[in-house]
């Protein structure tokens, strides 16, 4: 479809073989979605490789690619800065794309954030419609909702024990002194956030402006920096970046990629039958964990570029 040059991931990443093949002549489907542009995932040597278009694809390519998300059974979605701005309730015309979506097709929403925080950002929008084909995924699914009755119902929660989470807070006490990290004088919310299935650090709190947020790690740098002293400490949990300025803490095992397993076992669609919206979908983005479980990836920059995603999936119906 184009000239094309291999990027190949510095970290190493052992998928769920054979769920995961490499993107060869052979098996040309493994397809990515990034700005307009087609990518190919090929998996070399245990790691992650992305070819990269130099060259914008035919509409024949992009069209393919569209068509091959309308067959479908279930849409995934992240939340933060994919159907909303960083910890910002979704808007209307996001809200009215989505109803619209359920009408068509199954959709999941994953998240590093907890259930009480859906239920601020995500959830008060969506009060009518076709609610019984959503499913919810918080704390990158450790914790499950489902709509029923005319009410949210947990299906499963997977709770750090009290030993767990004392033993994760102490591990950021002790990364704050080695870091160099000093708590600002203003904190916005928690600092360290209980979010029973997950530990999570803001670096200006919980709820903190984005305007404030944007400015403090655009890069990473500085999370990178910390998650390396973090993993020193306590290297029996899973610990990534999350969010504008968040690291979150899990048991080992559960990220974004765990949370697609869940779904294929909890919903009963293959991940063959799945496909993922996320915008974070670098090397140690939150989203990154996806691309091993070998579902369709559609990459979006912002809400806006979402939109834009949902409207064509609609039209294509």
Known sequence: LHQAVFETSP??????S???GKCTEENPSCGRWH????????????????????????REALYSHMHRL????????????TLTESKQPMDDEMAELVR???????????????????????????TKGKLASLFLFPTCGSAFYRYGNEMWKNMYTETLSIEEKAR??????????????????????????????????SARGSAAPLSIKS????????????????KRIIPEFEIRTGGTTSIDVTRKGIDKAYGVMQMEKHLGVSREDMAFV?????????????????????????????KRIIRSMIEMQ
């Not at 970290?11 to 769920?16: F, G, V």
């Not at 309308?70 to 800065?81: E, H, N, Q, Y």
């Not at 994953?110 to 950002?121: D, P, R």
């Not at 102490?170 to 002194?177: T, V």
């Open 11 to 16: 970290d190493p990443l052992t998928p769920p």
């Open 18 to 20: 054979p769920l995961f």
């Open 35 to 58: 700005s307009l542009r087609l990518f190919q995932c090929s998996l070399e040597k245990g790691r992650i490789s992305r070819c990269r278009t130099l060259t914008k694809p035919s």
């Open 70 to 81: 309308k067959k479908k059974k279930l849409i995934v979605f992240d939340l933060d800065k």
């Open 100 to 126: 619209r979506l359920l009408e068509v097709t199954n959709v999941a929403v994953i998240s590093g954030g907890s259930f009480k925080q859906f239920q601020k950002q995500f959830v008060p929008k969506l």
């Open 168 to 201: 994760i807070i102490n591990a950021f006490e002790k990364m704050f002194i080695e870091a160099g990290f000093e708590k600002p004088e203003t904190i916005y919310g928690e600092l360290i956030e209980d979010r029973e299935t997950q530990i999570t650090f």
């Open 215 to 230: 400015v403090w790690d655009p890069d990473r740098a500085k999370r990178l920096k910390m998650i390396s002293i973090l």
């Open 278 to 306: 996320g915008d974070d979908l670098g090397p140690g983005g939150n989203d990154y964990p996806v691309i091993a479980t070998g579902i369709e990836i559609v990459e979006v920059t912002d809400p806006e570029h979402t």
